[in-house]
């Protein structure tokens, strides 16, 4: 079946670093792929997302591209504020009326 | 406007207890959703329902029943409540139908069920 494979946090990064986060995934057919976002306390909020190959989704700074050949969605920001932290979420929908989660990165961000 | 709302947004109880949470959504979406996050924020489905027909059941224990009144209202009622059943429960909602392949899905803010 669908699953989802995200780098193992947690992360912890300094102000205006560099944020990555891996994501790859395992699919039939063509799914679409999205990053959710869990700040402390609250629901998930859809950070991006993409649905078909070579697709870049972007929001807030963030972007992550549609990769078919590495089966892969790796999330990016370029420079980090402490607002950023949270937990990250990879999910892939294969068109089945779900969506299959990744296991979510802790990110925190110091000033 | 909220768009998924949940209710209530905590809930505490004894084990052994019936309790139920409620979910509505005012974005005029045909599918609607239950998901689990557990102690390690690991996600995981639980109920798929499209236009109040259930689609997906995710082996989930018969204690638990959802029920959809109305396309914009999934409700989710739990008996005999146990320990493992700790956990956060999300509501949520999309536009996918069977003709479109996938659509975004919309999240509410998550009840925090604590059995003792």
């Known amino acids: 079946g669908d699953s989802v494979t995200q780098m193992e946090g947690p992360v912890t990064l300094s102000e205006e670093a560099f944020l990555t986060i891996n994501c790859t995934y395992t699919?039939?057919?063509?799914?679409?792929l999205f990053w959710y976002v869990q700040y402390p306390g609250e629901g998930l909020q859809l950070l991006l997302k993409?649905?078909?190959?070579?697709d870049k989704g972007s929001n807030k700074g963030f972007e992550a591209t549609y990769r078919k050949e590495t089966t892969s969605f790796h999330l990016e920001k370029g420079s980090v504020q402490v607002s950023d932290s949270a937990v990250y979420f990879c999910?892939?929908?294969?068109?089945?009326?779900?969506?299959?989660f990744g296991a979510g990165t802790t990110v925190t961000v110091r000033a | 406007d909220t768009a998924v709302s949940q209710t209530p947004k905590y809930l505490v109880t004894q084990m052994g207890n019936d309790k139920s949470i409620k979910c509505e959504q005012n974005?005029?979406?045909?599918?609607m959703y239950w998901y689990k996050q557990d102690s390690k924020k690991f996600l995981k489905i639980m109920f798929s329902?499209?236009?109040?027909?259930?689609?997906i059941n995710e082996t989930v224990p018969n204690r638990f029943s959802p029920k959809s009144p109305d396309k914009a209202h999934l409700n989710l009622h739990i008996n005999s409540l146990e320990l493992g059943d700790s956990a956060v429960y999300f509501c949520?909602?999309?536009?996918?139908?069977?003709?479109?392949?996938?659509?975004?899905?919309?999240f509410g803010p998550g009840t925090r069920l604590t059995v003792l």
């Open positions: 949520a909602s999309s536009q996918q139908t069977s003709a479109t392949r996938t659509d975004t899905q919309y």
């Open positions: 974005l005029g979406h045909d599918t």
């Open positions: 999910a892939l929908s294969g068109g089945d009326y779900k969506l299959s």
């Open positions: 993409a649905t078909k190959a070579d």
């Open positions: 699919a039939t057919g063509y799914p679409s």
């Open positions: 329902y499209n236009n109040k027909e259930l689609i």
